[in-house]
């Protein structure tokens, strides 16, 4: 079932990454690291299938996406760019293989952070971040989503890796083996992976090879 949903607000996340609430539907429910497919209340865009992940708690009295606007390609997030509180988004049923089956290593590239971060909202409201960590990769320091938020999470192990600057503070490069087994350590542990395709599979065979088991890995299929 579709619901078309008046934006109440819309706040500047990074440069390019903005957050919008909603209010939320009677009944409507889901889990943290689910997505639903979206489109716009706008003629040519009502269709589109576009999913984007809830990054709001389900007890709130708010829907959330937080997402990263490409206003160079002619798409569903030019578009949504361009939108006003007022205006309308069409959102279906929740869905998604992302969500929380145990302590572990969230591992995330640009906007792959999305669905982990109302995971990682409900392990601080539940007081059970500690033994969890986040390694977020990102092209610059300036399009880090949230990271105010990540670095005030208490408990959570926070590894911000820059692959287009160098700077003190962060890792550099890609997140390939050798940075995995640097960073980690023991693979007896949970894992979650989310990013560009090919970034979760060379992570996904990186881990396999470091012996984690296939079984303890979550990501998007």
């Known amino acids: 079932m579709a619901h078309t949903l008046a ?3 819309i706040e500047n996340i990074t440069h390019n990454v903005r957050q919008f609430t909603f209010e939320k539907p009677d009944g409507f429910e889901f889990t943290p690291g689910q997505a639903a497919e979206v489109g716009i209340d706008k003629d040519g865009w009502r269709d589109s ?3 984007f992940t809830f990054t709001a708690l389900p007890e709130w009295d708010e829907l959330q996406f937080t997402i990263k606007i490409y206003p160079s390609h002619d798409g569903l997030t030019e578009q949504i760019g ?5 205006d309308s988004f069409i959102i279906g049923d ?3 293989t992302i969500k929380y089956k145990g302590k ?3 591992i995330a590239g640009g906007a792959g ?3 982990f971060i109302a995971i990682l909202r409900m392990l601080r409201e539940r007081g059970e971040l500690s033994g ?10 300036a399009d880090i989503i949230l990271r105010n938020e990540f670095d005030a999470m208490l408990g959570l192990e926070v590894i911000y890796v820059l692959s287009d600057e160098k700077k003190d503070g962060f890792e550099h490069g890609r997140i390939d083996k050798d940075m995995l087994q640097r960073l980690i350590g023991s693979t007896d542990e949970q894992f979650y992976v989310c990013g560009p395709d090919d970034m979760v599979d060379d992570i ?3 881990l396999k090879d470091m012996g984690a088991d296939p079984d303890g890995l979550t990501f998007e299929e």
């Open 7 to 9: 934006i109440s607000k």
């Open 49 to 51: 299938d576009n999913p």
């Open 82 to 86: 361009q939108l006003k509180v007022g």
């Open 94 to 96: 929740p869905w998604g």
């Open 104 to 106: 572990g290593t969230f």
């Open 113 to 115: 952070v999305t669905p």
């Open 132 to 141: 969890h960590r986040l390694i977020f990769s990102n092209k610059r320091e």
């Open 204 to 206: 996904n065979a990186a």
